[in-house]
Protein backbone atom coordinates (compact mmCIF):
# COMPACT_ATOMS: atom_id res chain seq x y z
CA UNK A 1 0.00 0.00 0.00
CA UNK A 2 1.11 3.39 -0.95
CA UNK A 3 1.69 5.34 2.34
CA UNK A 4 1.05 9.06 1.97
CA UNK A 5 2.50 11.70 4.03
CA UNK A 6 0.84 15.42 4.39
CA UNK A 7 1.13 18.26 6.58
CA UNK A 8 -0.45 17.94 9.61
CA UNK A 9 -1.80 21.35 9.78
CA UNK A 10 -2.54 24.86 7.89
CA UNK A 11 -3.76 28.23 8.34
CA UNK A 12 -4.83 30.42 5.58
CA UNK A 13 -6.92 33.64 5.37
CA UNK A 14 -9.89 34.19 3.06
CA UNK A 15 -9.20 35.15 -0.14
CA UNK A 16 -6.07 33.51 -0.79
CA UNK A 17 -5.12 30.45 -2.73
CA UNK A 18 -4.25 27.04 -0.41
CA UNK A 19 -1.79 24.59 -1.49
CA UNK A 20 -1.55 21.50 0.51
CA UNK A 21 0.92 19.14 -0.65
CA UNK A 22 1.21 15.41 -0.38
CA UNK A 23 3.95 13.12 -0.92
CA UNK A 24 3.40 9.41 -1.97
CA UNK A 25 7.15 7.75 -2.58
CA UNK A 26 5.65 4.10 -3.01
CA UNK A 27 2.85 4.47 -5.40
CA UNK A 28 1.93 2.06 -7.55
CA UNK A 29 1.50 1.98 -11.68
CA UNK A 30 -2.66 1.32 -10.69
CA UNK A 31 -2.78 3.92 -8.35
CA UNK A 32 -4.65 7.12 -8.45
CA UNK A 33 -4.85 10.03 -5.93
CA UNK A 34 -7.87 11.55 -4.47
CA UNK A 35 -8.50 14.20 -2.14
CA UNK A 36 -11.12 14.21 0.10
CA UNK A 37 -12.76 17.15 2.54
CA UNK A 38 -14.21 16.19 5.77
CA UNK A 39 -16.38 18.34 7.59
CA UNK A 40 -16.75 17.37 11.50
CA UNK A 41 -19.47 15.14 12.27
CA UNK A 42 -19.92 14.01 8.21
CA UNK A 43 -18.57 11.65 6.04
CA UNK A 44 -15.87 12.47 3.63
CA UNK A 45 -16.82 14.12 0.50
CA UNK A 46 -14.81 13.91 -2.75
CA UNK A 47 -12.87 16.99 -4.00
CA UNK A 48 -11.05 15.71 -7.21
CA UNK A 49 -8.72 12.87 -8.45
CA UNK A 50 -6.36 12.50 -10.95
CA UNK A 51 -3.67 10.16 -12.39
CA UNK A 52 -0.92 12.41 -13.82
CA UNK A 53 0.03 15.52 -14.98
CA UNK A 54 -2.75 18.49 -14.14
CA UNK A 55 -6.44 18.11 -13.27
CA UNK A 56 -9.17 20.95 -12.67
CA UNK A 57 -12.49 20.97 -11.68
CA UNK A 58 -14.95 23.57 -10.35
CA UNK A 59 -13.95 23.89 -6.98
CA UNK A 60 -9.69 22.71 -6.88
CA UNK A 61 -7.12 21.85 -8.84
CA UNK A 62 -4.93 18.55 -8.64
CA UNK A 63 -1.31 19.25 -9.63
CA UNK A 64 0.97 15.94 -10.14
CA UNK A 65 4.36 15.98 -11.49
CA UNK A 66 5.87 13.19 -14.15
CA UNK A 67 7.30 11.38 -11.29
CA UNK A 68 3.96 10.57 -9.05
CA UNK A 69 6.28 10.76 -5.88
CA UNK A 70 3.54 13.97 -4.82
CA UNK A 71 0.74 15.76 -5.68
CA UNK A 72 -0.72 19.06 -4.82
CA UNK A 73 -4.42 19.89 -3.70
CA UNK A 74 -4.61 23.96 -4.92
CA UNK A 75 -8.19 25.54 -3.44
CA UNK A 76 -8.24 29.16 -5.02
CA UNK A 77 -9.27 31.68 -2.87
CA UNK A 78 -10.48 30.03 -0.08
CA UNK A 79 -13.02 31.01 2.42
CA UNK A 80 -14.39 30.56 5.88
CA UNK A 81 -16.48 27.03 4.64
CA UNK A 82 -13.15 25.59 3.56
CA UNK A 83 -12.35 24.96 6.82
CA UNK A 84 -11.92 21.18 6.94
CA UNK A 85 -9.81 18.33 7.40
CA UNK A 86 -8.43 17.30 3.76
CA UNK A 87 -7.29 13.80 3.00
CA UNK A 88 -4.65 12.74 0.42
CA UNK A 89 -5.20 8.74 -0.53
CA UNK A 90 -3.13 6.60 -3.07
CA UNK A 91 -4.48 3.60 -4.61
CA UNK A 92 -6.12 1.62 -7.03
CA UNK A 93 -10.07 3.04 -7.14
CA UNK A 94 -11.77 -0.18 -8.16
CA UNK A 95 -14.07 -1.61 -6.21
CA UNK A 96 -13.00 -4.80 -7.07
CA UNK A 97 -9.44 -3.86 -5.82
CA UNK A 98 -10.62 -3.94 -2.01
CA UNK A 99 -9.15 -2.49 0.58
CA UNK A 100 -6.78 -0.58 -1.33
CA UNK A 101 -6.87 2.56 0.36
CA UNK A 102 -5.42 4.24 3.24
CA UNK A 103 -6.96 7.11 5.12
CA UNK A 104 -4.14 8.90 6.90
CA UNK A 105 -4.22 11.32 9.39
CA UNK A 106 -5.10 14.25 7.45
CA UNK A 107 -4.43 17.99 6.94
CA UNK A 108 -6.16 20.51 9.04
CA UNK A 109 -6.75 23.16 7.42
CA UNK A 110 -8.06 26.58 9.62
CA UNK A 111 -9.40 29.51 7.18
CA UNK A 112 -9.46 32.89 8.91
CA UNK A 113 -11.28 36.10 8.09
CA UNK B 1 -31.34 11.57 -5.78
CA UNK B 2 -28.61 8.58 -5.37
CA UNK B 3 -26.90 8.17 -2.33
CA UNK B 4 -25.75 6.37 1.11
CA UNK B 5 -28.04 6.28 4.01
CA UNK B 6 -26.86 5.43 7.21
CA UNK B 7 -28.92 5.17 10.49
CA UNK B 8 -29.31 5.88 12.89
CA UNK B 9 -27.41 8.86 13.32
CA UNK B 10 -26.94 8.75 17.16
CA UNK B 11 -26.61 5.54 18.97
CA UNK B 12 -25.70 4.37 22.50
CA UNK B 13 -24.73 0.83 23.50
CA UNK B 14 -24.76 -0.40 27.39
CA UNK B 15 -21.84 -3.08 28.43
CA UNK B 16 -22.83 -6.43 27.11
CA UNK B 17 -24.81 -5.48 24.49
CA UNK B 18 -24.53 -6.37 20.28
CA UNK B 19 -25.85 -3.05 18.24
CA UNK B 20 -26.14 -3.07 14.39
CA UNK B 21 -25.47 -0.11 12.02
CA UNK B 22 -27.33 0.13 9.03
CA UNK B 23 -26.04 1.35 5.99
CA UNK B 24 -27.67 1.39 2.66
CA UNK B 25 -27.05 2.43 -1.16
CA UNK B 26 -28.86 2.71 -4.04
CA UNK B 27 -25.91 4.21 -6.51
CA UNK B 28 -25.91 0.53 -7.57
CA UNK B 29 -22.39 0.18 -6.34
CA UNK B 30 -20.91 -3.03 -6.37
CA UNK B 31 -18.50 -2.55 -3.15
CA UNK B 32 -19.23 -1.49 0.21
CA UNK B 33 -17.12 -0.73 3.23
CA UNK B 34 -16.75 0.33 6.80
CA UNK B 35 -14.73 2.74 8.36
CA UNK B 36 -13.95 3.38 11.87
CA UNK B 37 -12.61 7.19 12.87
CA UNK B 38 -11.35 8.09 16.21
CA UNK B 39 -11.46 11.86 17.45
CA UNK B 40 -8.41 13.42 15.28
CA UNK B 41 -7.68 10.44 13.59
CA UNK B 42 -7.92 9.49 10.17
CA UNK B 43 -10.44 6.15 8.69
CA UNK B 44 -9.39 2.81 9.53
CA UNK B 45 -11.32 -0.20 7.77
CA UNK B 46 -13.05 -2.36 9.53
CA UNK B 47 -14.91 -4.65 6.61
CA UNK B 48 -15.06 -4.73 3.16
CA UNK B 49 -17.49 -6.52 0.26
CA UNK B 50 -17.00 -6.79 -3.10
CA UNK B 51 -19.88 -8.81 -4.11
CA UNK B 52 -23.02 -10.18 -2.40
CA UNK B 53 -22.48 -12.87 0.04
CA UNK B 54 -18.86 -12.11 0.72
CA UNK B 55 -16.45 -9.74 2.26
CA UNK B 56 -13.32 -9.65 4.20
CA UNK B 57 -11.50 -8.42 7.35
CA UNK B 58 -9.58 -4.88 6.76
CA UNK B 59 -7.59 -3.74 9.26
CA UNK B 60 -9.48 -3.67 12.24
CA UNK B 61 -12.38 -6.35 11.98
CA UNK B 62 -12.24 -7.91 15.74
CA UNK B 63 -15.19 -7.51 17.56
CA UNK B 64 -17.40 -6.61 14.11
CA UNK B 65 -19.37 -8.41 11.94
CA UNK B 66 -21.06 -7.45 9.07
CA UNK B 67 -23.46 -9.09 5.94
CA UNK B 68 -23.68 -8.64 2.68
CA UNK B 69 -27.31 -10.53 1.90
CA UNK B 70 -28.66 -7.84 -0.63
CA UNK B 71 -26.57 -5.49 -3.04
CA UNK B 72 -27.48 -2.59 -1.61
CA UNK B 73 -27.46 -3.33 2.16
CA UNK B 74 -24.55 -4.11 4.20
CA UNK B 75 -24.71 -3.52 8.20
CA UNK B 76 -22.58 -3.76 10.97
CA UNK B 77 -22.72 -5.33 14.24
CA UNK B 78 -20.65 -3.60 16.60
CA UNK B 79 -20.08 -6.96 18.83
CA UNK B 80 -19.59 -7.18 22.89
CA UNK B 81 -16.56 -8.24 22.05
CA UNK B 82 -15.42 -4.65 21.05
CA UNK B 83 -14.09 -3.40 24.15
CA UNK B 84 -13.68 -0.03 22.72
CA UNK B 85 -16.35 0.73 20.47
CA UNK B 86 -17.19 4.45 20.75
CA UNK B 87 -16.29 6.19 17.58
CA UNK B 88 -17.64 7.21 14.82
CA UNK B 89 -18.93 4.91 11.98
CA UNK B 90 -18.74 5.78 8.16
CA UNK B 91 -20.06 3.82 5.02
CA UNK B 92 -18.57 3.70 1.98
CA UNK B 93 -19.73 2.09 -1.63
CA UNK B 94 -17.96 2.52 -5.14
CA UNK B 95 -18.36 0.53 -8.51
CA UNK B 96 -15.77 -1.57 -10.57
CA UNK B 97 -14.19 1.14 -11.84
CA UNK B 98 -11.74 4.04 -10.94
CA UNK B 99 -14.41 5.74 -9.25
CA UNK B 100 -14.13 7.26 -5.52
CA UNK B 101 -15.98 6.13 -2.80
CA UNK B 102 -19.09 7.64 -1.71
CA UNK B 103 -19.49 8.12 1.74
CA UNK B 104 -22.26 7.93 3.91
CA UNK B 105 -22.91 10.88 6.77
CA UNK B 106 -21.45 8.60 9.86
CA UNK B 107 -23.22 6.60 12.73
CA UNK B 108 -21.80 7.87 16.23
CA UNK B 109 -21.54 5.65 18.68
CA UNK B 110 -21.06 6.02 22.45
CA UNK B 111 -21.50 3.51 25.52
CA UNK B 112 -23.67 4.46 28.33
Known amino acids: LAKTTQPISMDSYEGQEVNITCSHNNIATNDYITWYQQFPSQGPRFIIQ???TKVTNEVASLFIPADRKSSTLSLPRVSLSDTAVYYC??????????????FGGGTRLMVKP | DGGITQSPKYLFRKEGQNVTLSCEQNLNHDAMYWYRQDPGQGLRLIYY???????QKGDIAEGYSVSREKKESFPLTVTSAQKNPTAFYLC???????????FGDGTRLSIL
Open chain 1, 50 to 52: GYK
Open chain 2, 92 to 102: ASTSYSNQPQH
Open chain 1, 89 to 102: LVGDMRGNAGNMLT
Open chain 2, 49 to 55: SQIVNDF
